[in-house]
């Protein structure tokens, strides 16, 4: 039976984007609404969690402390103290900010405060601690253990180390993804299969095997992300899988672009912050890139796939990602090798965090990571990034404009 198409028509496609529409303004009133509260008193206290607590020194030798945070509301924001303080990474805290120069523009995404009488609370104790506390102990390297809090609980990384991600081109690997979430699925799915199956042949042989195990494994996958405080990119990624889901259960096409699209439209209804996260962007970016390759050469061999795929997608966000970050180095041309092997590695490591020895291939890690590389610095030109992604849209209805796109994306180094 021929796989269904999820609009049948451009009708249903304006009426579905206009309830989306609909549901964003709404819940952009409700954000203006907490804004207000926010911006109601130039003096407002609020309790907030760290998301992230570093150190920076000015040009004249001072240190100061950076402390990104999430307050109550949900708005995230950053500040900074002259005090020496304890690492407060994962705590609560209660502060006073001052408020009278941010707009609401600015409390959509992340924006900075003054701030003045912080209070520090007790650890909070809970699964995420818990794990955090896990993973912290069997590591000695510093390097070592914030790579894995980032992988596995989705904490904010250090300066130093985003620069050795950045100069192996392996920065979408450490930050969680749908990768992630597709390998967290398989393995859950892999364990789940076979006392499921026992289960099912003696006490309800009627039953779906597949629905079943999936509609489980989404639940403690919604679980994970909610403990992971929705990070957009697992967001997009955990929201594709549930329409997936839905609509294969229902012989609709999954891979396609139309996916994309309702998937997209549907996360930034209920979270407009997303609209100025660039996460979101190069996750969905990825995604884009991905569905494109399988839209023209999903005739090719199964390894021919791996193998190119990989290429092809860090071809093709060069331009996109440079445009915003300008690090380069030509060690990034590993991407696409580490990026299969990563397959293994990350699997593996999760195996063995759980029995106690992930740091058992630390060494390893580290020596990848403190590779000497020289490092240039470029930003993919605004006009350049434009007419790139136009024609990235175009290629979806010519095959040609497709073969263009890996050359125009290598091009932007010239430019």
Known sequence: MEKLDLFRSKKEVFLFTLFMMLLFAGHLLLRYHYFQQFHAHKFYHTGATVLNHYRKQKPNGKIYQVLKLKSDNGAVFYTTNYEDLIDLKGRNIRLGIIT????????????????????????????????????????????????????????????????????????????????????????????????YYRLQNRYFPWRNMRFDLTMAILAILFAYLWMLDFIPSLLRSFVMLAY???????????????VLFVTVL?????????????????????????YLFLHHFSHLKAWQIVILLNIWVYLLMIPIVHYFFTTFSWHQLYSPVLSILFGVFYPLEMFLHLIGQGDLLDGMVLKLLHQNAQIYHFRTP?????????????????KRVAYLLPLLAVGVYYF
């Open 100 to 195: 009278d120069k941010i707009t609401f523009a600015d409390y959509l995404h992340t924006f900075y405060v003054p701030s003045y009488d912080i209070r520090i609370f007790e650890k909070e104790k809970g699964v995420k601690a818990w794990l955090h506390e896990a993973i912290a102990a069997q590591h000695e390297n510093n390097t070592t253990r914030e790579l894995f809090e980032a992988l596995f609980l989705g904490e904010p990384i250090s300066k130093g180390l985003r620069k050795d991600v950045a100069k192996l081109g392996i920065s979408h690997l450490i930050a969680i993804s749908g990768f992630h979430l597709g390998v967290l699925f398989g393995i859950l799915y892999f364990l789940f299969r076979y006392p």
């Open 244 to 258: 997936g889901f839905f609509l294969f259960h229902r012989h609709f096409k999954i891979l396609s672009f139309e």
């Open 266 to 290: 549907t996360i930034l209804a209920i979270f407009p912050s997303f609209l100025f996260s660039i996460g979101f962007w190069f996750s969905v970016a990825g995604v884009f890139y991905i």
């Open 382 to 398: 605004l006009w350049y990034l434009t007419g790139y992604i136009l024609l990235s849209l175009a290629a979806v209805f010519e």
